[in-house]
Nanobody
């Protein structure tokens, strides 16, 4: 059974930082694209960042570029999202997701497994 468990969310003042973690249950996913998405109340889920299996290639939504950094530690089966200079508009539930081995893109349809989400609130 595939499991993705996010942690690290919380309440933070604007300008502050948080680091989200996503632990995935299968070592198979160490070679897969992993992504972060977020969903604010009343809005659709949107892409935040993604990284390939090797940890070399990463891409970001324009709204977070320069402030957020995605990384992964395959030895620990964990992907991270470092969020700096947080803004109130970053407030959302953040989800990690497993894509595929080649390129998963910026659409949620490119991802097959999802975590339960973790709340991030910036005020």
């Amino acid at each position: 059974q595939v499991q993705l468990v996010e942690s690290g969310g919380g309440l933070v003042q604007a300008g502050g930082s948080l680091r989200l973690s996503c632990a995935f249950s299968s070592r198979t996913f160490s070679s897969y694209y992993m992504g972060w998405f977020r969903q604010a109340p009343g809005k659709e889920r949107e892409f935040v960042a993604a990284m390939d299996g090797s940890g070399i290639s990463a891409y970001y939504a324009d709204s977070v570029k320069g402030r957020f950094t995605i990384s992964r530690d395959n030895a620990k089966n964990t992907v991270y999202l470092q969020m700096n200079s947080l803004k109130p508009e970053d407030t959302a539930v953040y989800y990690c997701a497993v894509g595929n081995r080649y390129y998963s893109g910026r659409s949620s349809s490119g991802y097959d497994y999802w975590g339960q989400g973790t709340q991030v609130t910036s005020y």
